[in-house]
């Protein structure tokens, strides 16, 4: 398995820094979704990517 690197981080902050923290409400169906964990956008492609085709056959040619 290769590594994978990260080409760029968001952090998201409250609108002024007087805001105090306020909890979220969640109804059961937005629940569910937070056990498939966070939702990436982006393209995730190795350092080195170089797009290679390997044919293999395996049995006799006539």
Known sequence: M???GSVSTTTVAPASSK???KRI???PWE???TL???IQ???SLSPAYTPTATLQYHGSVN
Request: aromatic share 12%.
């Open 25 to 27: 409400e969640f109804t």
């Open 19 to 21: 805001q105090s923290i």
């Open 31 to 33: 629940l569910q979704f």
């Open 2 to 4: 290769t590594e994978v």
């Open 36 to 38: 498939i964990g966070p």
């Open 41 to 43: 956008k982006g393209s």
